[in-house]
Structure formats: structure tokens, C-alpha cells
């Protein structure tokens, strides 16, 4: 079966029929998101070595403008998810890359912090993120990241994210990570911050900090930067396009999907948090979801 046979499937028994639920409620489409995984189609762009689709960046933009005229939240998703394997991809892979191409893992992109909101500050590969304020330290086998990224789709809902740092050694460039949702201490605001489609859960992460196994590490250390120039921002660049090419009256696609906007900070004054893990809920009511076991 082609992977359009198989959005069609999806888009008409899964996605349409949530869609008004999803957007007027707020709800994050889980449902749809585990139906693109049982199609195939989260796993569309990894390499058919590793068992996924093996398709590149024109398949994941026609994915991404059919489902967004269907629903922008979950076109939102996809968005992030297909850049944030876009950069696992350029680097051979990850420990999530047989997942992903099982359909078993949604990817998240947490690399904005965002900033004064003068132009470029809050991209993915402008000035902000060739020097993050996010930080990392390593200690044997193990590293600490500690930040706050903000404008993350799919907050408290997808399995891991692709996370940006400042280098472990040196001043120049920035490391990339692939952060496991679970890891105790990253976790969403009680507030979240506004931003995306409704239903995308736009919001921010935190790291306070956040232990992770060395090998995580995405490329070499400094090397982000790169990652992101190459593979992330070709992808994202599209992707949006796919987004404002669809939904025309929605302005910038870049609202659309959620990504690295400036926005309000969700930990003002006052401001709780909700930590990640079972049976943590979201402030309306929804529960988190931890990540299934690799």
C-alpha cells in the first residue's frame, strides 16, 4: 500500500472525525498520532535499512499539507516530529531510529529559548541558537542538561526531544541530544505558554536538571549547529511552507506549527509545574502520556 493510500485511511477514519474535538478543546490528538504510527508513516522518512519508509523531504511535505487541511494541530506535530528525524537521519541514527521507522515514537524539537523577539533570535539556526544558554555537564557516563526551551510541540506528549546546549568543552557551537520524555525533571508548566494550533500542546519544557546517558549525544559535541543548518532547517523551511500553502488564512506557517515564535513564558509568577509520568495531569484535566518502553 502507498503511504498516500494510507493518509487518505487515516486522515478520513482517524484525523476528521477528532478534528472539531481537537481544536475546540484543546485535546492533543493521540489518537491520530498513534494511527500515523500503525501506517507507517512516522517512520516514512527513516532509512528502509532501519525499517522505515525510506521516502525523503516532498512525501513528508505532502503529509504534512493534507493533514493540515484537515487539522492544523496535527499537521503541527508532524512538523516537528519529521525535522527532529530529519537531524537523527543526517547523523546515521540514534537510539530511537528503530522505533521512530516501528511507529512506536514521536520526536519533538525543544532548541528554542527564545529572546529579545528581534528578527532571527528565535529560529531554530539564527543568532539564538549558535550560542543556547541551556547547559551541560558531564560526569563519568553521565550528563546533566539543565534549560528551558520554549514554543515545544507536543510538551509532556511526545517521546523524546531533540534538545540543543551549549557544548560540553569549548565556547563555540552547540551539542544536540535526543531526550528521552521519561527522564526524571523535564517537565511542562502548569501554565502552558500559548502558541500553535489548539490541540498541539505548545508549550514549555524545562530541565532541572535533567540526567541522561552520554550517548544520547546527536553528532559530536559543537557540532549542532550544523545538524541544524543542513537537516533541520531545509525541513522546517518546507514544512511550514506545506502549512501556509494549505491554510492560507492562517498566516505564517511557522504560527501554524508551533514553531519558535516568541511567546509569553509560561513559569511567570506563580507559575507551578506539572512533572512528567503517569497519572500527571495537564492543566485541563488531560493526562500526560510517558513514553512507551523502548
Known amino acids: 500500500m502507498s503511504y498516500r493510500t494510507s493518509l487518505s485511511a487515516v486522515l478520513a477514519e482517524v484525523v476528521a472525525p477528532a478534528a472539531e474535538t481537537t481544536a475546540g478543546e484543546g485535546r492533543f490528538p493521540r ?13 516514512l522518512t527513516v532509512a528502509a535499512g532501519s525499517g522505515g519508509g525510506g521516502l525523503g523531504l516532498a512525501e513528508a511535505v505532502d503529509v504534512v499539507a493534507r493533514t493540515a487541511r484537515v487539522c492544523p494541530a496535527t499537521a503541527a506535530v508532524l512538523t516537528s516530529h519529521f525535522a527532529a528525524v530529519a537531524a537523527i537521519e543526517s547523523c546515521g ?16 524539537l525543544a532548541l528554542s529559548e527564545g529572546g529579545s523577539g528581534e528578527p532571527g533570535e528565535d529560529e531554530p539556526y539564527g543568532r539564538e541558537f549558535g550560542r543556547p544558554r541551556s547547559g551541560a555537564a558531564r560526569f563519568a557516563d553521565v550528563v546533566a542538561l539543565r534549560g528551558r526551551k520554549r514554543q515545544v510541540v507536543a510538551a509532556g506528549e511526545a517521546d523524546s526531544y531533540l534538545w540543543s546546549s551549549r557544548p560540553l568543552a569549548g565556547r563555540d557551537g552547540l551539542t544536540l541530544w535526543v ?53 533541520v532547517r531545509p525541513w522546517l523551511l518546507e514544512l511550514r511552507a506545506a502549512i501556509d500553502g494549505a491554510l492560507p488564512g492562517l498566516g505564517h506557517g511557522t504560527e501554524a506549527a508551533g514553531t519558535f515564535r516568541p511567546g509569553a513564558d509560561a513559569l511567570g509568577p506563580g507559575g507551578g509545574d ?21
Open 31 to 43: 489518537d491520530a498520532v498513534s494511527a500515523f504510527g500503525r501506517a507507517g508513516l512516522l517512520g
Open 274 to 294: 506539572l512533572r512528567t509520568g503517569p497519572g500527571t495531569l495537564r492543566p485541563g484535566g488531560e493526562h500526560l502520556r510517558p513514553a512507551p518502553a523502548a
Open 93 to 108: 541514527g540514534s537510539w530511537v531510529r528503530e522505533e521512530i521507522a516501528a511507529g512506536r515514537h514521536l520526536v519533538g
Open 179 to 231: 531526550v528521552p520524555a521519561q527522564a526524571a525533571e523535564l517537565f511542562v508548566p502548569a501554565r502552558p505558554a500559548g502558541g500553535g494550533p489548539n490541540g498541539s500542546a505548545t508549550s514549555t519544557l524545562s530541565a532541572d536538571p535533567v540526567l541522561v546517558p552520554a550517548d544520547v549525544m546527536l553528532g559530536r559535541d559543537s557540532g549542532g549547529l550544523d545538524i541544524l543548518l543542513d537537516g
